[in-house]
């Protein structure tokens, strides 16, 4: 379901990893996006700056500095731009961050959260699309089946997942007073070429080819859902394309549905840059879970998702990457 013609998109976060993948996805199909960044500090804000220009160079694209949680301002761009839709990617990221820098994720989730359902409920939005976390699932064993939507979520372990969860609940009240679809989205660990470097993958990156040791935490034992980029495209361009029925609120996972153990995404990083690493172990730091393991059937049901891409190559496309913009 595309928009009507003209109708533009918002996309929140487009200077960010997702949201600079999601906006660029639905260019290259014929539509016109409006961006929102605030190009905040938290990590380097020259990768923003490169995704920002790779934006630019689509005649479709409009990019508006601003930060989400300026209320007003948020509503005066919905209504001015006529979008009848809005892809909400913009928050503050990262659990360990959230630990010494609570206030930053009760401004940027909460209150940026809150200001772009009061723009779209007031502006008429016909469809909004958000980001939730894998996070909201707690601290749980790996017992051999994916974590399904149906779980419970009330067990957070960070205050970054607390306050997906919150924005969960805040889009589920809208939905029901108010009427407007949506849906949300529990990413699972996004990896890829012009990622976040605050991400363990990238990190080590920058420590292995500099030569210098990684810490790995959890004595190794952790395992992600590993989910590359492009997978994760599709998964938010096929739920934009799919909205609840009116007064509809559904969340989705999105992942690879196969788990990874830290110590094998380090073997296969290492392969990627042809180089080893020399590792430190650590424990477990506050705010981290043990494995991370997407059901995906429900968003399979809903747009045929499927993901492509392994850890080996994405990886690979990674490094190949990493080095080009290292030496650029």
Known sequence: MLGVKGEPVIVTGAAGFVGMHVAERLLQRGETVVGVD????????????????????YPGFRLERMDVSDAPA??????????????????????????????????????????????????????????????????????????????????????????????????????????????????????????????????????????????????????????????????VVGVLDHPPATGGHEVYNIGDSNPVGLMEMISTLERALGREADKIMRPMQPGDVTSTYADISKLHTLTGYRPRVDLAEGLQIFADWWRSWRHS
């Open 38 to 57: 605030d190009f905040n500090a938290y990590y380097d804000p020259a990768l923003k700056d490169l995704r920002a220009a790779r934006l630019a160079a």
């Open 74 to 235: 948020m509503r005066e761009l919905v209504r001015g731009s006529g979008a009848g839709r809005v892809v909400h990617l913009a928050a503050q990221a990262g659990v360990r961050y959230s630990i010494d820098n609570p206030h930053a994720y009760e401004k940027s989730n909460l209150a940026g959260h809150l200001s772009v359902l009061e723009a779209c409920r007031h502006e008429g939005v016909k469809h909004l699309v958000y980001a939730s976390s894998s996070s909201v699932y707690g601290d749980r064993p790996m017992d051999g089946k994916g974590f399904r939507e149906d779980d419970p979520t009330v067990t957070p372990v960070s205050l970054y997942a607390a306050t997906k969860r919150a924005c969960e609940l805040m889009s589920q009240s809208y939905a029901t007073l108010y009427g407007f679809p949506q849906s949300g989205l529990r990413f699972f660990t996004v990896y890829g070429p012009m990622g976040r470097p605050d991400m363990a993958y990238f990190g080590f990156t920058e420590k292995i080819m500099r030569g210098e040791p990684i810490e790995v935490y959890g004595e190794g034992r952790m395992a992600r859902d590993f989910t590359y980029i492009d997978d994760i495209v599709d998964g």
